[in-house]
């Protein structure tokens, strides 16, 4: 039986490495797509039943969809320098806005080892970490901070996703044709336009698609139910994540709009994939240029009461990955892989997909042999980390294995623990750090963190 099932997996991958091994002397692009709070959950390819992203569900079918992916610390500027360097936040360091990565870390990056290798390098969007490298990229779109949706562009108003894929385009057409590229795309979608007034658009999105799910009522999650924000520690019902909650999802309308509104970001991403991917056809650049989407990070739609991001819970951690590569052949596309990857392991990822290798600071896992069908021995668990300084968020950290989740609030004392059946539980509603009968997972995974917090370093 154990034969019979890995066949197919071993076919593809014969056929898989045969392709990638014919094309191995043409230099392969790669374009690297980060959205901005943007949980698994919010693609068609994911089972979403009514968002529209027809472009990133054609790139899941034509590539390969990972179920899931998850992001090591779940706040933007230091998801993005893990994504960047390929390591654990204990080891990069970036916990302030104001950080910036050292020479040493960008060089070590996937942008500095493709830098080195000759490659056109582009980046576009929030840089997130610290003011963007002066005079690093080729093509520099960057800007610092958070960034604003709505723009004034030559006496118009435009939508900064839109823009950005102006952005995209123009480089893509203008890139040398003697030497690869790298083109990075990080968008402020689907982020929230911070802000404490109640009056405000939480989630500023094109007009063009005001139209978008206008006659759909979207149904609230299970564990946004009272009952369960009440079963929460009192630091996380105190938290900024609440506060965010009630300007943003309290009451039945306001939830309605911004959801809505956060769809339609979303959205507006997709329409930007679609029209790059056309800008790669006609150039005759398809065929070879890599493509990868995530988030760097997840995003409470007012699950157990909560906004933002910045908790272990899957709500928060949890985002989508496609992998598309043009040498995959046609038996090899259109699947989904179960195996945990995470944001450390995308930098590793988009080396070996140009065919360089990874720093050897990086402490993530190259996707690539996942992404051809092979089946080498994976994670079984990971480490999650949040110790950015906030004066109402709790610092977290835990372990997330395939069945169960662990998470520990770090400066509470007495101890506060939580233990999540994920496999019975995938919601997290039913807490069971505490009970008799747990106590042996819960000792086993308090053990796991204990060892992980020196493995992470």
Same mark, same amino acid.
């Given at each position: 039986?154990?034969?019979?099932?890995?066949?197919?997996?071993?076919?593809?991958?014969?056929?898989?490495?045969?392709?990638?091994?014919?094309?191995?002397?043409?230099?392969? +692009?790669?374009?690297?797509?980060? @959205?901005?709070?943007?949980?698994?959950? $919010?693609?068609?390819?994911?089972?979403?039943?009514?968002?529209?992203?027809?472009?990133?569900?054609?790139?899941?079918?034509?590539?390969?969809?990972?179920?899931?992916?998850?992001?090591?610390?779940?706040?933007?500027?230091?998801?993005?320098?893990?994504?960047?360097?390929?390591?654990?936040?204990?080891?990069?360091?970036?916990?302030?806005?104001?950080?910036?990565?050292?020479?040493?870390?960008?060089?070590?990056?996937?942008?500095?080892?493709?830098?080195?290798?000759?490659? !056109?390098?582009?980046?576009?969007?929030?840089?997130?970490?610290?003011? &963007?490298?002066?005079?690093?990229?080729?093509?520099?779109?960057?800007? &610092?901070?958070?960034?604003?949706?709505?723009?004034?562009? +030559?006496?118009?108003?435009? !939508?900064?996703?839109?823009?950005?894929?102006?952005?995209?385009?123009?480089?893509?057409? $203008?890139?040398?044709?003697?030497?690869?590229?790298?083109? =990075?795309?990080?968008?402020?979608?689907?982020?929230?336009?911070?802000?404490?007034?109640?009056?405000?658009?939480?989630?500023?999105?094109?007009?063009?698609?005001?139209?978008?799910?206008?006659?759909?009522?979207?149904?609230?999650?299970?564990? @946004?139910?009272?009952?369960?924000?009440?079963?929460?520690?009192?630091?996380?019902?105190?938290?900024?994540?609440?506060?965010?909650?009630?300007?943003?999802?309290?009451?039945? =309308?306001?939830?309605?709009?911004?959801?809505?509104?956060?769809?339609?970001?979303?959205?507006?991403?997709?329409?930007?994939?679609?029209?790059?991917? @056309?800008?790669?056809?006609?150039?005759?650049?398809?065929? $070879?240029?890599?493509?990868?989407?995530?988030?760097?990070?997840?995003?409470?739609?007012?699950?157990?009461?909560?906004?933002?991001?910045?908790?272990? !819970?899957?709500?928060?951690?949890?985002?989508?990955?496609?992998?598309?590569?043009?040498?995959?052949?046609?038996?090899?596309?259109?699947?989904?892989?179960?195996?945990?990857?995470?944001?450390?392991?995308?930098?590793?990822?988009?080396?070996?997909?140009?065919?360089?290798?990874?720093?050897? =600071?990086?402490?993530?896992?190259?996707?690539?042999?996942?992404?051809?069908?092979?089946? &080498? #021995?994976?994670?079984?668990?990971?480490?999650?980390?949040?110790?950015?300084? !906030?004066?109402?968020?709790?610092?977290?950290?835990?372990?997330?294995?395939?069945?169960?989740?662990?998470?520990?609030?770090?400066?509470?004392?007495?101890?506060? #623990?939580?233990?999540?059946?994920?496999?019975?539980? &995938?919601?997290?509603?039913?807490?069971?750090?505490?009970?008799? #009968?747990?106590?042996?997972?819960?000792?086993?995974?308090?053990?796991?963190?204990?060892?992980?917090? #020196?493995?992470?370093?």
């Amino acid at each position: 039986m154990k034969t019979r099932r890995r066949a197919p997996i071993l076919l593809l991958a014969t056929l898989a490495s045969a392709a990638f091994a014919q094309a191995a002397e043409r230099p392969m +692009n790669v374009i690297f797509l980060l @959205a901005d709070d943007q949980r698994w959950d $919010t693609l068609g390819s994911y089972g979403n039943p009514v968002i529209q992203t027809p472009e990133l569900d054609q790139l899941a079918s034509e590539g390969v969809r990972f179920e899931h992916m998850f992001v090591t610390t779940s706040i933007c500027v230091t998801s993005r320098a893990s994504f960047i360097t390929g390591q654990y936040a204990r080891r990069h360091g970036i916990w302030g806005f104001e950080t910036e990565l050292s020479p040493t870390q960008l060089a070590e990056s996937y942008l500095g080892r493709m830098k080195a290798a000759g490659y !056109h390098l582009g980046f576009i969007g929030k840089w997130g970490v610290g003011d &963007p490298p002066k005079d690093y990229f080729d093509y520099d779109r960057t800007f &610092p901070g958070q960034g604003r949706f709505v723009l004034e562009v +030559n006496g118009e108003t435009r !939508h900064l996703t839109s823009v950005m894929g102006d952005q995209a385009i123009e480089f893509v057409s $203008t890139a040398p044709t003697d030497r690869p590229f790298c083109l =990075s795309v990080s968008f402020k979608a689907a982020h929230v336009q911070d802000s404490y007034d109640i009056t405000d658009t939480p989630f500023p999105y094109d007009p063009a698609l005001s139209d978008l799910y206008e006659d759909v009522e979207i149904e609230p999650p299970v564990s @946004a139910l009272p009952q369960f924000f009440d079963r929460l520690p009192r630091s996380l019902q105190d938290s900024e994540a609440r506060l965010r909650w009630a300007i943003r999802f309290w009451g039945p =309308s306001r939830y309605q709009e911004s959801v809505k509104g956060y769809y339609r970001l979303v959205t507006g991403i997709d329409r930007v994939v679609g029209r790059l991917r @056309a800008e790669l056809e006609k150039r005759g650049l398809a065929d $070879t240029t890599a493509i990868v989407y995530t988030g760097d990070n997840g995003f409470f739609l007012g699950e157990h009461g909560l906004a933002g991001k910045w908790t272990p !819970h899957e709500a928060s951690i949890r985002v989508p990955l496609l992998v598309y590569d043009p040498r995959l052949p046609e038996e090899a596309r259109g699947r989904a892989r179960p195996e945990m990857a995470l944001n450390i392991d995308i930098g590793p990822t988009l080396l070996e997909l140009t065919g360089l290798e990874p720093s050897a =600071s990086m402490q993530g896992e190259s996707l690539v042999p996942l992404v051809r069908g092979e089946g &080498p #021995e994976w994670r079984t668990d990971f480490f999650y980390e949040h110790l950015f300084e !906030h004066p109402r968020l709790p610092k977290m950290e835990g372990v997330r294995t395939e069945e169960w989740k662990y998470i520990r609030y770090v400066d509470e004392r007495p101890v506060i #623990e939580e233990l999540y059946d994920l496999g019975r539980d &995938p919601q997290e509603l039913e807490n069971l750090a505490g009970r008799k #009968e747990w106590e042996p997972v819960l000792t086993r995974l308090r053990q796991s963190w204990a060892e992980w917090q #020196e493995r992470a370093r």
